[in-house]
């Protein structure tokens, strides 16, 4: 492969989100695009026991999500791509899960998730104009953009296809097959 057709793992998240649309990963990073404008004033990232955190939601909520840095790459991508009021929202998620997340037990944790994932549904259904999304579906959000898009998300949770065959329309699926992950360039 030459220089020309190889692109960044970031590179490929900003395409991909580019490409799959406010429905897929939310509006607020598809309609701010990455590198936000509030990103640059702000001061500090997260500290090594909150990406811990965001390691340990990530593989609650997707199994081998800690394996890839999920929290590293949760963290890096709020910080330059979420508005202020986005990134306040996960901060503060973090700061709420802080407190009781860490010590719970792997059923527990997984139980108070699925609450959270009903309470951001309720959320998001009456959210009003302006005010940021629920913390958890930003969390939801950035675990599976960040999980899809790793080596072993693409090669292991998916089917994978190195180079792009013919079009079939019609390939039988079994419920419970992967998913299929052919891409067009090599990430690196």
């Known amino acids: 492969m030459t220089a020309a057709t ?17 429905v ?4 607020e990073l598809f309609l701010t695009g990455c590198r936000h404008p509030d990103a640059e ?4 990232d997260l500290s090594a026991q909150e990406v811990a955190l965001l390691d340990d939601v990530g593989e609650t ?17 709020a910080k330059d791509c979420y508005d ?10 973090v700061d709420t899960l802080g407190k009781s997340f860490t010590g719970l037990a792997p059923a527990a944790r997984t139980e108070l998730l ?19 999304p629920h913390y958890y579906r930003l969390m939801k959000e950035l675990t599976l953009i960040g999980y899809f898009t790793s080596e ?14 013919r079009y079939d329309g019609n390939v039988p699926y079994a419920k419970g097959d992967k998913a299929w992950f ?5 990430i690196s």
């Open 6 to 22: 190889t692109i960044t793992r970031r590179e490929a998240v900003t395409r991909i989100a580019a490409i799959m649309g406010a």
């Open 24 to 27: 897929a990963i939310g509006s």
């Open 41 to 44: 004033r702000r001061t500090g």
């Open 61 to 77: 909520t997707i199994p081998g999500a800690k394996a890839v840095g999920i929290g590293a790459f949760m963290a890096r991508m």
């Open 84 to 93: 202020d009021a986005s990134w306040n929202a996960l901060r503060g998620g």
């Open 114 to 132: 699925n609450k959270l994932d009903a309470e951001q549904r309720e959320h998001t259904k009456n959210r009003a104009a302006g005010e940021p």
């Open 152 to 165: 072993v998300g693409c090669t292991q949770a998916m089917r994978y296809v190195e180079s792009p065959g």
């Open 182 to 186: 052919n891409p067009s360039r090599r």
